[in-house]
């Protein structure tokens, strides 16, 4: 989860059903959760999922604003009912590629060899000076590392 874009996946059984990058284009802190409530809203509503994996942010990279839109939306998922259970992205690449030097390209390469359905995303992404759907990867990646897991 960033502050401008969120990606977001759903997995049910071992399918990759829905992945993508959702934006987040309101300004005030108050209008950027406004919208993720809303992401996550309708994301219940379609899957009613009962664990979701987030990625637990680095201290040193992130925000005020992020972190607290971090704690909304875990805060959210739990009114609702919903398990959270967050990875850092060291945890989340030593359950995915144990073993391995592993950086956010061999995790989304992983990704893609269990998906092979996100190979036209990633052949995308690895055209692009700037990463832009690294975010939906990564997502891709904490639900497929949640999978069989429900002790949040």
């Known amino acids: 989860m960033g502050s401008r874009y969120v990606g977001?996946?759903?997995?049910?059984?071992?399918?990759?059903?829905d992945w993508r990058i959702r934006v987040i284009r309101r300004t005030s802190p108050i209008e950027k959760f406004q919208t993720l409530t809303s992401i996550l809203s309708r994301l219940l509503d379609?899957?009613?999922?009962?664990?979701?994996?987030?990625k637990k942010l680095h201290p040193s990279r992130s925000?005020?604003?992020?972190d607290r839109m971090g704690i909304e939306a875990k805060e959210f998922l739990e009114q609702h009912g919903v398990g959270v259970h967050e990875f850092t992205l060291a945890q989340l690449k030593?359950?995915?590629?144990p073993g391995q030097r592993a950086n956010k390209i061999n995790l989304a390469e992983y990704m893609v060899s269990q998906?092979?359905?996100?190979f036209e995303d990633w052949d995308r992404e690895r055209s692009l000076r700037r990463p832009y759907r690294m975010a939906m990867f990564e997502a891709v990646a904490l639900a497929n590392a949640s999978l069989g897991r429900r002790d949040n």
């Open 94 to 97: 030593a359950r995915l590629l």
């Open 115 to 118: 998906y092979p359905i996100l």
């Open 63 to 66: 925000s005020s604003i992020l």
């Open 8 to 17: 977001t996946a759903v997995i049910i059984g071992t399918e990759l059903r």
């Open 46 to 54: 379609a899957y009613s999922p009962t664990l979701v994996a987030m």
